[in-house]
């Protein structure tokens, strides 16, 4: 789910009250964070600062800085809920074997094809390619939370590589379906997409 | 070879003089196009302008105009440069078709491999991708130039199709190994990479 949020409430407890925060506040990370997304998402990466997020939520920038620290990481935490619905990906492991390929494609696509959430992906995969902090922390999450369950999921040698270029596969269709929407592809039935690159995906994944 | 030109003089005869330019300019056309490459690759497509290419390259912006039209005639005038080299793909399709795919990919990775080759690539592709107008721009040029021989050289049903999918394999490779630089696939022996991505590739061409 794109839109489920950590409690606001134990995350705030946890990591103590800001400096002169007023009690009733708790509220205001979340606002910080739905603010951040949008930033991020519409004036991308670089053109986003702390200051322009704490502007947007209202709020002082020293704010921004004690939820979330540093660009980088308001950045993380942005995205975090924008990437959640593809941490399901391993889920799709599960299962008939011979089938497993075809329900990682059809798992991707289920996610592609809604603006819902495509749309903070894009704004992900944005911001990644035109900056190489973003670009870390994007790799930095990706791997250590999808790719490293997916790869520890499958039973072939080299399960970390394998995994990646079944990724690249599918990160390559989403590049010149949606982002460069090139035909045939941009148009093409799902179900025909699917049918070709299963054969591709199942020979990396097993 | 991406830093061959076509000769200045046939062009600049072909669209004609410029009103008020000197004879002797015939350079002026080739220095604008060169700062404007390197324009929108330090800068991105957003932040160039008509404005700051002609700023560059020491003429007036009714010089830029002239010679290339709109900001996404001179992009394409730029990134045609930028794609050359790649458009030497459907060569990659003569001899035996059971090793296809296996030239193509080392044809594709030859390119990206190098420094001097991949980096306008790769300018390029953060131009299309946090941009529509210049994904309109590589999108066109890309179907017509590389898309169609390549499809046209297929002996397959959907030509176009598989052949995009097999472009979004390498293209998603090389998001993830040389924009994202994602491990293990960061540091991969080609040769290693090759001989996992052959088959997908054969699989979609063949």
Redesign the interface.
């Known amino acids: 789910m794109p839109q489920a949020t950590p409690d606001p409430e134990s995350r705030t407890r946890r990591r103590g009250r800001p400096a002169g925060a007023r009690a009733g506040d708790a509220g205001t990370r979340d606002r910080i964070l739905a603010e951040a997304r949008t930033e991020f998402s519409e004036r991308?990466y670089d053109k986003t600062s702390i200051r322009s997020i704490a502007r947007a939520a209202g709020v002082d920038s020293a704010l921004v800085h004690h939820y979330f620290g540093t660009k980088e990481q308001v950045f993380a935490a942005a995205i975090e809920l924008s990437i959640a619905p593809v941490l399901g990906a391993p889920g799709a492991l599960t299962g008939d074997p011979s089938q497993l390929a075809e329900r990682l494609a059809r798992f991707m696509f289920g996610i592609w094809e809604s603006p819902g959430t495509r749309e903070p992906l894009l704004a992900i995969?944005?911001s990644?390619?035109?900056n190489e902090a973003a670009?870390a922390v994007?790799?930095d999450m990706?791997?250590q939370r999808l790719?490293l369950p997916v790869a520890g999921g499958l039973d072939v040698d080299?399960p970390?590589?394998?995994a990646?270029?079944a990724?690249?596969?599918?990160?390559?269709?989403a590049?010149?379906r949606y982002?460069?929407?090139?035909?045939?592809?941009a148009s093409?039935d799902i179900d025909?997409?699917v049918a070709?690159?299963t054969?591709?995906l199942q020979?990396?994944l097993t």
Not at 167 to 173: D, H, K, P, S, Y
Not at 179 to 185: G, M, Q, S
């Open positions: 991308g995969l944005r990644a390619v035109s670009a994007f790799r990706v791997t790719l080299r970390e590589l394998r990646q270029l990724a690249a596969q599918l990160i390559g269709i590049m010149l982002v460069i929407k090139a035909e045939p592809l093409a025909e997409i070709m690159v054969p591709a020979g990396y």
